[in-house]
């Protein structure tokens, strides 16, 4: 007999929550919580990148008061079986990712086991497992941090990925938590199309789907969820931006080097963009948010590179970054980024065979953010709610 498991998967870069502590984390976490009040899930997992913002050393702390506080949350009290996994391990460089993934199954969920990497077989789920720290050793989860040579020519950083494996009933799942690498420089991601920073995108997801597919555990159905850093094709969207533009390119008086991109409007001499390494500034930045942004999805390409492995329901948010910080504008941009679809839940083709699509009367697939009006940080998390069709024994 064919039953349904309601499953909501959330992913959210939460390193702004850190970098600006009490501002804006209890309306964040408000809004998480009405996610998982509104669609009434039984399973829940949840991906964090940049886990204690990008002052770590000094925000780790208040890192682990998040956790609790979402742990001990009156949204998820008839959650029952609770797994958390926090990597805060700083001090190994050479493995720390700052990626965090919490899993709550809820009372009425009798049929649900986890895997275990050491020994290859699945196991009943306890009350709590709980690991914060360096989780060298902990069996029930992978993680590996992405080689120096994946990016030479940029300074290494805490990005990698993180592995559970689950069975609901009788569907075998991977949930992987993924950080790739982002657009260092906006003028550099200009230079060429694909940028430098897509390819090495490219080459890391390539590298984690090879990983999780291999036969070292028998490969699974898996949900990619996380801070992806895909960007808009840089070279491609400021040619359309500023077609009815005069292009100035200034260079630095010491070197050849390309210091700002300026467009200007040959009417009126209005500047219409503005590009410096860390500025990216768009006189009409409402074009990102009309309709969702949906006449810029065809800049939006790095996906299409694995379609042969992954697909996506389909977009109808905004750009997911980056946002403003300011309590008081939770729907502008800043402007130090040309604002991107980062944050992403992809799947496999044999996972997207699992989802239940609903008929009439039904909720069906809902793919959204979550505060759409609420300042989340310069990030806003991206959430899929589907019924999961499994099998009763």
Same mark, same amino acid.
């Given at each position: 007999?064919?039953?349904? /498991?309601?499953?909501? +998967? ?6 702004? +929550? ?15 919580? %009405? ?6 899930? #039984? ?8 886990? &204690?913002g ?7 702390g ?20 609770r797994c ?6 700083? #001090? ?14 809820? %009372? ?7 895997y ?6 699945? %196991? ?8 914060? &720290? ?5 069996? $029930?989860?992978e993680k ?22 689950? =069975?609901i ?12 690498f ?51 094709? $840089? #070279? ?5 931006l ?5 292009? #100035? /390119? ?44 949906k ?17 996506e ?14 309590? /008081?504008k ?6 130090t980024?040309c ?5 992403? =839940?992809?799947?496999?083709h $044999?996972?997207?065979?699992? =989802?239940?699509?609903?008929?009439? &009367? ?8 979550? &505060?759409?009006?609420v300042?989340m940080g ?16």
């Open positions: 007999m064919e039953t349904h /498991t309601e499953v909501l +998967l959330v992913t959210a870069n939460v390193g702004s +929550l850190f970098d600006n502590v009490g501002e804006i984390q209890n309306e964040w976490l408000q809004e998480l919580y %009405k996610t998982i009040r509104t669609y009434q899930p #039984q399973f829940i997992a949840l991906h964090f990148q940049e886990v &204690g990008k002052e770590y050393m000094v925000n780790m208040h890192a682990e008061e998040f956790f609790w506080s979402i742990e001990s949350c009156e949204a998820l009290k008839d959650f029952d079986r958390i996994y926090v990597d805060n391990q700083f #001090q190994t460089e050479e493995s720390f990712t700052a990626l965090g993934s919490m899993y709550f199954i809820h %009372k009425s969920l009798k049929n649900i086991r986890q275990d990497f050491s020994v290859k077989d699945f %196991k009943a789920v306890p009350g709590l497992d709980k690991y914060v &720290g360096s989780l060298d050793g902990v069996t $029930t989860m590996e941090k992405f080689p120096k040579t994946f990016w030479p020519d940029f300074k290494w950083s805490r990005k990698g990925f993180m592995r559970t494996r689950w =069975i009933h009788d569907r075998g799942l991977d949930l992987v938590n993924i950080h790739l982002h657009d260092a420089s906006n003028l550099i991601a200009c230079n060429a199309s694909p940028s430098i920073y897509s390819a090495n995108r490219k080459n890391a997801l390539r590298h984690v789907i090879n990983r999780i597919s291999d036969n070292c555990h028998t490969p699974m159905p898996f949900f990619l969820f996380g801070d992806f850093n895909f960007r808009l094709d $840089t #070279q491609s969207l400021v040619q359309h500023s077609t009815s533009a005069e292009v #100035q /390119t200034v260079k630095k008086d010491s070197s050849n080097e390309v210091e700002k991109i300026i467009c200007e409007e040959k009417t009126d001499r209005q500047v219409l963009l503005l590009i410096e390494d860390k500025l990216f500034a768009y006189l009409y930045q409402a074009v990102f948010r009309e309709n969702n942004g006449a810029l999805l065809k800049y939006d390409k790095e996906v299409a590179a694995f379609h042969d492995v992954v697909r329901e389909e977009i109808q948010f905004p750009p997911s970054y980056p946002y403003s910080e300011e309590y /008081t939770p729907t502008q941009y800043m402007n980024r604002p991107a679809w980062c944050d992403r =839940i992809l799947m496999s $044999t996972a997207q065979q699992f =989802i239940h699509s609903g008929t009439d &009367g039904e909720r069906s697939v809902i793919y959204d953010t979550v &505060g759409p009006n300042c310069d990030h806003k998390p991206v959430f899929l709610f589907f019924a999961l069709k499994t099998n009763e024994h």
